[in-house]
């Protein structure tokens, strides 16, 4: 039996996963959460084989819940599924540690197909993602973003959302001070001096679906 624990903000997405792996006899879903704090809690408690995570979710993001599933050395794989298909993107987080790469828009049979072979130790990439990769790496594109530490990644997606140093130092556990510090390093690192212009550059490589209309300064 393949034990799953879905990690998702989003409720809808998380009873459509939970449906159609239920349905399946090698699969079980042994849980789920909304945050990925919540997220790293039930995969130490439960230890699943597998847990889909979503990215884009408040507070910690998917990168840093792989990170740190993969630090501490748990046999849980991840596979991420997001709604996000950019090649940089996944490169970023199979970097991370994660093995499965999934994009929202996949079908049933993908999404039981991913879990099935991610649980056997293979790596699986949808189509689509597999195919932008290799053309990636064929053509040598580098992204901008690949200067950047994950914690300085993290950093950046919350500061596109509109949120106050005083909450990304919350939710990251770190003080203001030093996220003013990844902020501004960030922003040296990618030559660019306001957040609306770090929103454009991560909507144009695609880590942002569109730009916030509340990003602050």
Do not use: W
Not at 131 to 143: E, I, K, R
């Amino acid at each position: 039996m393949i034990n799953v624990v879905l990690v998702d903000d989003h409720e809808l997405v998380r009873t459509g996963f939970r449906m159609i792996l239920q349905q399946q006899p090698d699969i079980n879903v042994g849980g789920e959460a909304g945050t990925a704090e919540e997220g790293l809690r039930l995969i130490r408690t439960l230890v699943p084989d597998i847990a889909l995570v979503d990215v884009h979710m408040p507070g910690m993001s998917g990168i840093e819940l792989t990170e740190r599933v993969c630090r501490s050395k748990l046999p849980t794989h991840i596979v991420i599924v997001t709604v996000v298909d950019d090649a940089r993107f996944p490169k970023r987080l199979l970097d991370a540690g994660a093995l499965g790469y999934l994009t929202k828009g996949c079908t049933a049979d993908e999404l039981v197909s991913a879990v099935r072979q991610v649980a056997m130790g293979r790596r699986y990439l949808a189509p689509a993602v597999a195919q932008q990769l290799a053309l990636a790496t064929l053509d040598g594109s580098a992204s901008p973003f690949d200067v950047l530490s994950s914690r300085e990644l993290e950093v950046a997606m919350m500061l596109v959302r509109g949120k106050p140093l005083t909450i990304i130092g919350e939710q990251l556990n770190l003080s203001p001070k030093t996220v003013s510090t990844y902020k501004q390093r960030l922003m040296e690192k990618l030559h660019v001096d306001h957040v609306l212009s770090l929103a454009h550059l991560m909507t144009m490589h695609g880590l942002i679906d569109t730009p916030n209309h509340h990003v602050g300064n």
